[in-house]
């Protein structure tokens, strides 16, 4: 495991450099489009648990964009922020064997490539956790102000603790148009740092809206959110499952939890564009983590854009 993670390490090293030296030499990369999606349980059922909430914000950067991926691996690259809280059912008072607190920080940078009809997603994260990572102290201010419980001092104390963990990710899947304008896409993915997992499952789109677009799968729920956009107006569904396996998870030290055999994900949303503005709702069902874990729970995923 240990060369496996120094791998990891290595690989999201040298990904940053080539994007680095590569905007160094002038190479005519220009921003082609960016996206971010916001989810939270209060946006479906008003809990505030588990896999609470989390922001992602993504930035894509390449010679141009033709409607589809590139060949060449580091022509297209995201550079994504995302912060995520994960907490016990009760902020207040948890449950003996509930999960522990965890806010977390990662930046990451991912290329999308294609060969031979195969799409690829390949790239890395440095996630952030524990106090350093300041998350707790911004929900506990949001909490004050709303009038929600904050974090007691049985879950700050045992909270996950400060580190900072190279995480590598690929994904590859396959697009099939399956008449008039849906589609779907079979992918796996496969995860190696701050979790090792190995996950298969599909998206399906019924719709103009994303054909032809670069979207970004959200690590948390799975959706998958706009990034570079076409100007097409309309509105487009998407549903998707997939299944994992989780080998080890930092959010679930195993000298404490047990993992469940597989863990489950099934969402549904909505894409809408206008001529001056476009949104997204979705709703994720997320299955249980941990063998204490009582219940799964549903996400809300939001994204809106106003163009002025």
């Given at each position: 495991m240990s060369r496996l993670f120094a791998a990891c390490a290595f690989a999201l090293f040298a990904l940053f450099s080539a994007s680095v030296a590569l905007a160094q030499t002038g190479d005519a990369r220009v921003l082609l489009g960016y996206g971010r999606l916001v989810t939270n349980d209060a946006l479906v059922d008003g809990q505030d648990r588990w896999r609470s909430g989390s922001v992602s914000s993504s930035r894509i950067r390449g010679f141009a964009w033709q409607g589809h991926l590139p060949e060449a691996f580091g022509d297209?690259?995201?550079?994504?922020?995302?912060?995520?809280?994960?907490?016990?059912?009760?902020?207040?008072?948890?449950?003996?064997?509930?999960?522990?607190?965890?806010?977390?920080?990662?930046?990451?940078?991912?290329?999308?490539?294609?060969?031979?009809?195969?799409?690829?997603?390949?790239?890395?994260?440095?996630?952030?956790?524990?106090?350093?990572?300041?998350?707790?102290?911004?929900?506990?201010?949001?909490?004050?102000?709303?009038?929600?419980?904050?974090?007691?001092?049985?879950?700050?104390?045992?909270?996950?603790?400060?580190?900072?963990?190279?995480?590598?990710?690929?994904?590859?899947?396959?697009?099939?148009?399956?008449?008039?304008?849906?589609s779907v896409r079979p992918f796996l993915e496969g995860r190696l740092g701050s979790e090792t997992i190995v996950r298969a499952g599909f998206d399906i789109s019924i719709g103009r809206i994303g054909r032809g677009e670069l979207l970004v799968r959200d690590p948390v729920t799975g959706q998958r959110y706009r990034t570079i956009q076409q100007p097409d107006t309309g509105v487009s569904f998407v549903l998707g499952a997939d299944i994992a396996k989780v080998a080890d998870s930092i959010y679930l030290p195993s000298a404490r939890?047990?993992?469940?055999?597989?863990?489950?994900?099934?969402?549904?949303?909505?894409?809408?564009?206008?001529?001056?503005?476009?949104?997204?709702?979705?709703?994720?069902?997320?299955?249980?983590?941990?063998?204490?874990?009582?219940?799964?729970?549903?996400?809300?995923?939001?994204?809106?854009?106003?163009?002025?």
């Open positions: 297209i690259i995201e550079y994504r922020l995302m912060a995520e809280t994960i907490a016990p059912a009760n902020l207040a008072r948890p449950a003996a064997g509930d999960r522990p607190y965890s806010g977390a920080w990662s930046l990451g940078a991912h290329s999308y490539f294609q060969r031979r009809g195969f799409e690829f997603a390949v790239g890395g994260d440095l996630v952030m956790t524990g106090p350093q990572s300041g998350i707790g102290q911004l929900q506990s201010i949001f909490h004050d102000l709303i009038g929600v419980p904050v974090q007691s001092a049985t879950v700050k104390a045992g909270q996950i603790p400060n580190g900072v963990h190279p995480t590598l990710v690929v994904e590859s899947g396959r697009t099939f148009d399956i008449g008039g304008q849906a939890y047990s993992l469940t055999p597989s863990r489950q994900r099934v969402r549904a949303g909505l894409h809408w564009q206008g001529d001056r503005a476009s949104t997204f709702y979705g709703v994720t069902w997320l299955g249980e983590e941990f063998s204490g874990q009582s219940e799964g729970q549903i996400l809300g995923s939001l994204r809106l854009n106003l163009d002025f």
